[in-house]
């Protein structure tokens, strides 16, 4: 087995997805776990990055420290050079956490003086200026997360993010200052001052700024943010090679397509009329309908399951009509959850998922434990091929990730 030089923890299905492919675009092989390792896990021999899929981000924080830290020691087991916790590039949590507890607990465990934060994912349009965090030119507490029905993002500036939840101070570090080789002169010094660990908050709003960063704080252990700054850490451990997983493993496969739509997001929702548009067969669930036991994961499938090439399954809504039902959230979830298990023993074999609570419930309903990264749909979100069933293809993407068209342009990817 290769050496680990990276080893990540992200708090969602998708967002560990979305780092993993980075980091095989930066040239490291790389394999991406559901959940904590054990006996049954399978890690590619030719692994330089290990990333661990949790669904950590909105259960209680102490919960949510118990599990990544139970993963960030297996990496430390397996021998991982640098260690990554990777969160949301919109940086969703509440008041109370979950990034914040989960940082502490690494710089406590990990013993480090200090670690940055940083979400920025500019090819996505998240940035961080003057300390802030930016959506697509807008900050994050006038942006769709404000309202987000688990999230709500009503603060832009990290500092005061990381002020509420964490239990250290931020240092904000802005762009002319990453490329001062006193710089980390300061920092240290800061160190010194305040004999306690603390958060470094740099700028990065042009992809540059991610190489800038990765130097600069190249003596670290420890790194957290969204996948840029993952990318540019790959970049920087690994000289670019072709990966060594076989590339007919990583093509497309012929059988039955399904999408499966969880999100809310304002993307998702576009993307969803843009399927539909195009002609292919959907089928829409009603919370109402669910929460009321009058229809359940069977009867829809008896209604979708005959289809011959692909069909959406959706419950898609704004985010206030999905907040006003009760407990819809979790019934929609579980009802996807499900459906998923029926099209993988009714012989689906390409599945496209969206949103990141839906993606992570429904790899545990598949069941697979271990996935090789291939070629990106859109940036952030790759083709995986699960490593106990190399017939399969799965896509799953964040709500505001992907084209338009992206439904159909996975299908098409997934497909021989």
Same mark, same amino acid.
């Given at each position: !087995?290769?050496?680990?030089?990276?080893?990540?923890? +992200?708090?969602?299905?998708?967002?560990?997805?979305?780092?993993?492919?980075?980091?095989?675009?930066?040239?490291?092989?790389?394999?991406?776990?559901?959940?904590?390792?054990?006996?049954?896990? @399978?890690?590619?021999?030719?692994?330089?990055? %290990?990333?661990? +899929?949790?669904?950590?981000?909105?259960?209680?924080?102490?919960?949510?420290?118990?599990?990544?830290?139970?993963?960030?020691?297996?990496?430390? @087991?397996?021998?991982?050079?640098?260690?990554?916790?990777?969160?949301?590039?919109? &940086?969703?949590?509440?008041?109370?956490?979950?990034?914040?507890?989960?940082?502490?607990?690494?710089?406590?465990?990990?013993?480090?003086?200090?670690?940055? =934060?940083?979400?920025?994912?500019? +090819?996505?349009?998240?940035?961080?200026?003057? *300390?802030?965090?930016?959506?697509?030119?807008?900050?994050?507490?006038?942006? /769709?997360?404000?309202?987000?029905?688990?999230?709500? !993002?009503?603060?832009?500036?990290?500092?005061?993010? !990381?002020?509420?939840?964490?239990?250290?101070?931020?240092?904000?570090?802005?762009?002319?200052?990453?490329?001062?080789?006193?710089?980390?002169?300061? =920092? $240290?010094?800061?160190?010194?001052?305040?004999?306690?660990?603390?958060?470094?908050?740099?700028?990065?709003?042009?992809?540059?700024?991610?190489?800038?960063?990765?130097?600069?704080?190249?003596?670290?252990?420890?790194?957290?943010?969204?996948?840029?700054?993952? *990318?540019?850490?790959?970049?920087?451990?690994?000289?670019?090679?072709?990966?060594?997983?076989?590339?007919? !493993?990583?093509?497309?496969?012929?059988?039955?397509? =399904?999408?499966?739509?969880?999100?809310?997001?304002?993307?998702?929702?576009?993307?969803? $009329?843009? &399927?539909?548009?195009?002609?292919?067969?959907?089928?829409?669930?009603?919370?109402?309908?669910?929460? +009321?036991?009058?229809?359940?994961?069977?009867?829809?499938?008896?209604?979708?399951?005959?289809?011959? /090439?692909?069909?959406?399954?959706?419950?898609?809504?704004?985010?206030?009509?999905?907040?006003?039902?009760?407990?819809?959230?979790?019934?929609?979830?579980?009802?996807?959850?499900?459906?998923? /298990?029926?099209?993988?023993?009714?012989?689906?074999?390409?599945?496209?998922?969206? *949103?990141?609570?839906?993606?992570?419930? %429904?790899?545990?309903?598949?069941? &697979?434990?271990? &996935?090789? =990264?291939?070629?990106?749909?859109?940036?952030? %979100?790759?083709?995986?091929?699960?490593?106990?069933?190399?017939?399969?293809?799965?896509?799953?993407?964040?709500?505001?990730?992907?084209?338009?068209?992206?439904?159909?342009?996975?299908?098409?990817?997934?497909?021989?």
């Amino acid at each position: !087995m290769r050496e680990i030089l990276l080893g990540c923890v +992200a708090d969602d299905f998708t967002g560990a997805s979305d780092a993993a492919s980075f980091l095989a675009q930066a040239g490291l092989p790389t394999v991406l776990l559901n959940e904590i390792p054990d006996a049954r896990a @399978r890690i590619g021999e030719d692994a330089c990055a %290990v990333v661990i +899929a949790l669904k950590t981000r909105t259960i209680p924080a102490e919960e949510a420290v118990r599990q990544s830290m139970a993963a960030f020691h297996y990496l430390d @087991r397996l021998g991982a050079k640098k260690l990554y916790f990777k969160y949301c590039s919109t &940086f969703d949590s509440t008041d109370k956490g979950n990034i914040g507890p989960v940082v502490d607990a690494l710089l406590q465990t990990y013993k480090e003086k200090y670690t940055v =934060i940083c979400p920025s994912l500019p +090819a996505n349009g998240r940035v961080v200026k003057g *300390g802030k965090l930016y959506v697509n030119g807008v900050l994050l507490q006038d942006s /769709h997360m404000k309202d987000h029905p688990l999230t709500p !993002m009503r603060e832009s500036r990290i500092a005061a993010l !990381m002020g509420a939840q964490g239990k250290y101070a931020s240092l904000e570090i802005g762009a002319q200052e990453l490329c001062d080789e006193n710089t980390i002169k300061k =920092i $240290d010094a800061k160190a010194t001052e305040w004999k306690k660990p603390f958060y470094v908050i740099p700028d990065y709003y042009e992809d540059l700024h991610g190489a800038q960063i990765v130097k600069l704080f190249a003596a670290c252990r420890v790194y957290t943010g969204g996948s840029g700054l993952a *990318g540019a850490l790959g970049s920087f451990l690994y000289a670019k090679q072709p990966p060594s997983a076989d590339k007919a !493993m990583l093509a497309g496969v012929n059988g039955k397509g =399904i999408v499966l739509a969880g999100s809310c997001s304002a993307i998702t929702l576009k993307q969803i $009329d843009a &399927f539909k548009q195009k002609g292919f067969p959907y089928y829409a669930l009603s919370p109402e309908k669910l929460l +009321a036991g009058e229809e359940c994961a069977q009867t829809i499938w008896e209604k979708v399951k005959d289809h011959q /090439h692909e069909v959406l399954i959706y419950s898609s809504e704004a985010p206030e009509k999905i907040s006003k039902a009760q407990g819809a959230a979790a019934k929609i979830e579980a009802t996807l959850s499900a459906l998923a /298990h029926k099209a993988l023993q009714g012989g689906y074999t390409r599945f496209v998922v969206a *949103g990141g609570e839906t993606s992570g419930a %429904v790899t545990k309903a598949l069941g &697979f434990r271990s &996935f090789y =990264i291939g070629e990106s749909v859109a940036t952030g %979100v790759p083709i995986m091929t699960p490593a106990e069933s190399l017939n399969l293809r799965i896509v799953l993407k964040s709500g505001n990730f992907g084209q338009i068209d992206f439904f159909e342009r996975a299908l098409k990817m997934i497909s021989l």
